[in-house]
Structure formats: C-alpha cells, structure tokens
C-alpha cells in the first residue's frame, strides 16, 4: 500500500550510485525485500517507470528477491525460517517450544545494479 | 549488448534515510525526557477513545500532547484540543501511514520540550504504519473485540513489534466468540515480551492498567 515514498527512496539511492559511477543508463536494479514487506512488485515497478522518466534510470527492470523471515526461539535459541501465514502458530523445529522472536523479514535493500 | 554493461554494488537500506532520522529524533527527545508513542490499530477500535481517557485517567500528572494522523480530516485533534491538551492534526493527504518527517512536522507545533508524553495517533491501518519507524520511543497498539482474535495471524508484523497491545471493548466479550486466550497466545508466540491489557474505553474497565503503564514507561525517561 505504501509502494510511492519507498519507490522514491529506491530512485533516489540509484540515482545517487548512478551519478557517482558515471552511469549512462542503468539497466536493471536488484533488491531484496523481506517477505514480511506487503509490496507488490507490480506496484514498485510501475511508480519506478513514473518517477524515474527523464533520469538515467529511465526504463530500467526492477529485480526484487525477497528475503525469508527468520525467528528466534526463546528456549533453546535456535533459528528458523518460517512463512507468513504460520508465523503466530510458530513452532521451534529444534525443540518444539512455542513461537520466538523476529531476527529477520523486514529488509528493504537496494543490493546491485546493472548499468552502461 | 552495444554498450558496455557494468555491475555496480549499492547495498544500500532503503529506509536508511527514515530509519536515521527516526533514532535522531529518539534522542533528542528522550535525552529532554519526553516519551514519544506510537499507537497504531484498525480505524475504529478505540484510538482516540483511548487517548481521551488517558487524558481523563492521567488527570494532569503528565503534561501532555498528541499528534493525530488521518488521511484528511479534522475530527480527532478537534476531540482532544476541546479537553484542553495541545493536539495537531496531520493529513496524510492519502498516505497509508506516517513517516518520521511528518511526525517532526508535528512535533514542531506542540510545546515538545516542555512535554513529558506525546501520543502519535497513527492512521488507522495494521498493515503499513508496521513498517515505518516513527521515532517514538514505544510502539502500542489497540485490537478490539469486534475484529476478531485472528488478527495475528493476519498482521504478525504490527504484533511482533509493539511493547503493548490493549485488547478494548472487552464489554462486547458477552456478545461475541472472542477467544482472548487464544489470542493471547496467538500474540505471544509472535511477540513473547509483549505486554497485554485488556480494557473498555467505554466503560473504563481495565483503564487504571493503561495509564499505571504510560506512568512507568514515561518515567523511565526522567533522570
């Protein structure tokens, strides 16, 4: 739902590598964002074509991979991916203790880029 | 393939501008001894309810203000101002959420400094204001009764980051097949150092619980 101002942000980290590399065009932009993120790609992809007109990021394919989301157990300390939709009902693979704590699901990260 | 093709690496956050003003703004306040809150829920489950109680409850022994967000109207800073509490609506103008540059905005209309407790009344929506860090010091959030004890399932993010989750209009429990034991566990395996009150804005059940815990988390940011 919030896909604009991250969308504004992702441009704005890609134009700022852009100039410092003396980019002329940049082809593709790879992310990875946590699957606890509800942006649709679709979305960011079709800000991504509004915003970035008339930059050197004009045109350029956004790549998202998204990350798994990682608990914690509170008992034995073990860590496991788990999906979505069984996250409240988390059970901990190592000891069958009941949920844990977030360690990871929520990145938003522009990782590389491929330009000219 | 014309033109030479070159991998550039950016590995750069993209909420790192946000995420930097948001822990700037923590200290700030929290080293003048202000508490920021954020209080997030569904539209209609008690937020300015609450904040209109804790108004009452606290009966002047925190001084304090309330930033309200919404997506374009006036009606609950109107609320709290008519209790005498300085309050300033922000209109999202259509954003799903505040971000820590509209808070700041917020801030700079209220006597921040000569205030112990700010409430940000975020928008009603349990998906994106979970995402954004607002700056504020804790994350509470309100679920009640009529939407159902599946909510984690739904939104596990907004769960497993709030410090407190009020369960309100518990007088509807009679009426309804909320199971809160479930929900609690529910909460808990998401979230297990959450805190969990249950309360009735409207009745004022469970009420004392909130404002014993606004006292003590405030004072923790007293010398």
């Known amino acids: 739902m919030h896909e604009l101002p991250v969308t504004e942000s992702i441009l704005k980290i890609v134009l700022k590598h852009a100039g410092a590399n003396g980019v002329r065009r940049v082809r593709t932009i790879r992310l990875t964002v946590g699957r606890l993120s509800d942006l649709e790609d679709e979305w960011i992809q079709r800000y991504f074509d509004y915003l970035s007109k008339g930059t050197v990021a004009e045109g350029a394919r956004l790549e998202i991979e998204r990350a798994p989301i990682v608990m914690q157990c509170g008992a034995c300390r073990v860590s496991y991916e788990i999906e979505l939709a069984d996250m409240s009902g988390a059970t901990c693979p190592g000891c069958g203790g009941k949920g844990g704590s977030l360690v990871s699901g929520r990145e938003y990260t522009v990782r590389e880029m491929e330009a000219e | ?223």
């Open chain 2, 1 to 223: 393939m014309s033109e030479k093709v070159r991998l550039i690496e950016v590995k750069e956050e993209i909420l790192s501008d946000n995420n930097r003003l948001a822990g700037a703004l923590r200290e700030r306040l929290g080293s003048a001894g202000t508490m920021l809150l954020n209080l997030m829920s569904s539209p209609g489950s008690g937020k300015t309810s609450l904040i209109l109680r804790t108004i009452e409850g606290l009966g002047g022994s925190l001084r304090i203000g309330v930033i309200e967000a919404d997506i374009d109207s006036t009606v609950d800073a109107e609320k709290v101002a008519s209790r005498g509490i300085p309050a300033v609506q922000l209109r999202t103008g259509g954003f799903c959420h505040l971000d820590v540059a509209m808070v700041a905005r917020g801030l700079e209309a209220l006597p921040a400094d000569r205030l112990d407790l700010v409430i940000i009344e975020n928008v009603g929506n349990l998906v994106c204001p979970a995402e954004f860090d607002t700056g504020a010091h804790r994350n509470a959030m309100i679920l009640s009764v009529p939407e159902g004890d599946d909510k984690p399932l739904k939104y596990p993010l907004m769960f497993s980051l709030c410090d407190l989750l009020v369960i309100n209009k518990i007088d509807y429990l009679s009426m309804s097949d909320f199971d809160t034991a479930a929900l609690r566990e529910r909460v808990l395996a998401l979230n297990p150092r959450i805190e969990i009150l249950e309360a009735s804005c409207r009745t004022g059940a469970g009420i004392d619980g909130w404002i014993h815990w606004l006292r003590r988390e405030a004072s923790s940011f007293k010398a």
